[in-house]
């Protein structure tokens, strides 16, 4: 492309993202993606090659430029190196709510037992739940009006044609509460989650794999907007990460780098690291 050419590339993807920024002020929404799309506007001069490229690829694609951008801001919003260490917190604190989930119930549950075997031996009893629906009934009371009107008269029906030895105990309820938890394994519930987590060891590819996979979500053979066969270059990849990063000098990548991360994945050898 001319000079003229490649400041007019610039123009309209920076027209793009002054739009983002000032339909989410208008909304009062996406104050990340914001100021993502501020530190890019700023590093405009940067980012001329690769808004040349992107231009070029997706100018003849009705808001594929619009959509690409809007990939960028959410993924550096949602997906930053602190964000992805945050998500690999929570999912080492979901094994551990669920190891201690598994313990209590275990315990809850030999009680239970226990105090079936005081009501059948002791000569005492309590004044306490003894059937799985009516436990149900009775958490559901006040708390969800529909299971009152819609569920609470079936359930009622069903628990009066089959006697207690057909239902499980509370104990064996809990029981299972407790298998449930410890047979447990935190998996990632959206595909970016689980791009941005797979490595063993966090580094700022788990970035990249993010914003690949939000690429990928975003393609025409998914119903998206985004050209099947699209693809961005290393360096443009690298120079966007700078910027929407804004990553400290010493932090910096380039092509190279991306293009390393690519061959690493597709050969199978990305989860181990970065």
């Known amino acids: 492309m001319s000079p003229s050419q490649v400041e007019s590339a610039r123009q309209a993807c920076e027209r793009i993202l002054r739009a983002e920024q000032a339909y989410n002020i208008e909304h009062s929404i996406l104050p990340g993606e914001?100021?993502?799309?501020?530190?890019?506007?700023?590093?405009?001069?940067?980012?001329?090659?690769?808004?040349?490229e992107l231009q070029d690829e997706l100018h003849r694609h009705p808001n594929a430029l619009q959509a690409f951008l809007?990939?960028?801001?959410?993924?550096?919003?949602?997906?930053?190196p602190d964000k992805i260490a945050l998500a690999r917190t929570a999912r080492e604190d979901l094994a551990g709510v669920n190891r201690q989930i598994s313990a209590k119930a275990a315990e809850l549950a030999r009680l239970l037992g226990q105090r079936d075997t005081l009501h059948n031996t002791s000569g005492f009893c309590s004044s306490t739940h003894y059937h799985v629906v009516e436990v149900i009934e009775a958490a559901a009371r006040s708390r969800n009006p529909r299971f009152t009107?819609?569920?609470?008269?079936?359930l009622d029906d069903l628990r009066a044609q089959f006697d207690l030895k057909y239902w499980p105990t509370l104990s064996d309820f809990v029981s299972e509460l407790a298998t449930d938890a410890e047979a447990s394994d935190p998996q990632a519930s959206d595909p970016l989650t689980a791009a941005a987590t797979v490595s063993t060891r966090p580094s700022l590819a788990d970035f990249f794999r993010a914003l690949f996979t939000a690429i990928e979500e975003n393609s025409a053979h998914l119903h998206g907007q985004l050209p099947a066969q699209f693809k961005v270059s290393d360096g443009t990849c690298a120079a966007l990460a700078n910027c929407a990063l804004d990553l400290e000098p010493d932090d910096l990548v380039?092509?190279?780098y991306v293009k390393r991360l690519r061959q690493r994945d597709r050969s199978g050898s990305g989860s181990a690291g970065g």
């Open 34 to 52: 914001n100021a993502i799309a501020e530190r890019l506007l700023c590093r405009g001069l940067e980012l001329a090659d690769a808004y040349e």
């Open 70 to 80: 809007g990939i960028v801001l959410s993924t550096a919003s949602q997906w930053s």
């Open 254 to 256: 380039d092509g190279p």
């Open 149 to 154: 009107v819609h569920v609470k008269d079936r």
